[in-house]
């Protein structure tokens, strides 16, 4: 029996897409006008896609280099979000079964790097021991590369753009500022920023609104970073980027505190203890915005699975914006405001894809180019995931209240 040519066979399983194909064989098929082009490298690619769920055969295959996507990767996923290459039907398979070199059909390694969160998953989930060598993965990466890929704000969460034409370094400096107006900051107050990263909103706070400031992190790499970014600043009197567990945070009263991207490895049984702890560490009528990547409803499985878990953020969990809400006010917060910032977030990720691939040669020698590639395909997912709604952002903004005293104002004062 005569196979089919490798290319033909994937042209069929993606379907009617403007993508051509080539592979190992030397087959080619799909429009010779394509700006996108999947090449095939070898057996291996075909028993990641053959052999894995979902998208996670498609990252493997990537990841490996055992396939190459030809163009722009942004474009090629997104006439890949059907999940094709990575959710073949039974049926597929069959067609496949007879038709590949049986070299594609044995059972291979995934790649390296998938193996090496696996060493991190140390402990109950969400333990701080845990919690601190899944964190340590994800952002104790390289410096350098971050700040390729972040740029000068080192702000590694979602910017908010004033306009259209905003930079992301304009648009960063526009959400640290929104969120200080937000906690009502004014010179003298103490804020704690859980989760703080580089120090971006520590030492924005601290500057601009006179705050005295301690940040907390997971991350050696960010703590020693920012404590540095603090001194050159001239911050030292009145902002501190600590190396740590947020729960081991001791101090007492602030008026305010900013969780900027943490939430989302919180985990969702831990949801309750961590806003109550939150809540007391505010004195009454001090505020809290939570800032953080979120389900489109309350139906979705919260846990990470697949690509993302086994690649980029280990023990990732993602909440909808109403389970956040419920669990502030079931917590001891009074919800004031919320908002959703999901199409920001789509042009944050446009711009660190950008800056990327700007920085792709300094990348890939600081790096490798396997973890290189899971950056561009994890960013350049999450894009498409925020453009079309698969995730949002939101930020919600609660209140001690004192007695059904607030101290809010009558209407909001912070501008958009």
Not at 58 to 63: I, K, N, Q, S, T
Not at 79 to 96: E, I, P, T
Not at 385 to 392: A, L, N, Q
Request: charged share 25%; proline share 4%.
């Amino acid at each position: 029996m005569s196979r089919k040519p490798l290319a033909n066979l994937l042209r069929d399983i993606l379907g009617d897409v403007p993508i051509q194909v080539t592979a190992y064989d030397g087959s080619t098929a799909g429009p010779a006008a394509a700006d996108v082009t999947v090449r095939i490298r070898s057996p291996k690619a075909l028993s990641y896609l053959l052999s894995a769920p979902g998208s996670l055969g498609l990252a493997r295959a990537y990841v490996s280099g055992e396939i190459d996507l030809d163009g722009d990767v942004y474009r090629a996923l997104s006439y890949l979000w059907s999940d094709a290459l990575g959710s073949v039907s039974w049926a597929q398979r069959l067609d496949a079964l007879r038709n590949i070199d049986p070299k594609a059909l044995r059972w291979v390694e995934a790649p390296p790097e998938e193996y090496g969160v696996r060493r991190w998953r140390d402990g109950f989930r969400h333990s701080k021991r845990r919690d601190a060598g899944v964190v340590s993965h994800h952002y104790d990466v390289s410096n350098a590369f971050y700040e390729w890929v972040l740029g000068p704000s080192m702000t590694y969460t979602c910017a908010c753009y004033p306009s259209a034409e905003a930079s992301l370094e304009e648009a960063q400096a526009h959400k640290y500022d929104l969120v200080c107006r937000k906690l009502g900051l004014r010179p003298g107050m103490r804020l704690l920023d859980v989760g703080c990263g580089w120090g971006g909103m520590v030492r924005h706070a601290a500057k601009e609104y006179g705050v005295q400031v301690v940040g907390v992190t997971l991350s050696r790499a960010q703590a020693d970073w920012g404590a540095k970014a603090v001194a050159a600043d001239g911050l030292t009197d009145v902002a501190e980027v600590r190396y740590g567990d947020y729960r081991d945070v001791t101090e007492i009263a602030f008026d305010a505190v900013s969780s900027i991207g943490l939430t989302e490895h919180i985990g969702l049984k831990n949801l309750p203890d961590y806003f109550t702890f939150l809540h007391d560490k505010l004195r009454p009528q001090g505020r809290l915005l939570n800032h953080c990547i979120t389900r489109p409803t309350t139906r979705e499985r919260a846990r990470s699975r697949g690509f993302i878990d086994r690649y980029v953020f280990p023990d990732g969990e993602l909440e909808a914006a109403g389970t956040i809400v419920s669990a502030m006010q079931d917590n001891g917060f009074e919800v004031r405001h919320e908002e959703n910032l999901r199409e920001h977030y789509a042009k944050t990720l446009t711009g660190w894809c950008d800056n990327l691939l700007s920085h792709w040669d300094e990348a890939v020698a600081e790096i490798g180019e396997p973890k290189a590639r899971v950056w561009l395909l994890y960013m350049t997912g999450s894009r498409l995931g925020f453009e079309r709604r698969v995730i949002e952002l939101h930020q919600v903004l609660g209140v001690r209240s004192d007695g059904g005293t607030s101290a809010m104002p009558l209407r909001p004062d912070w501008g958009v």
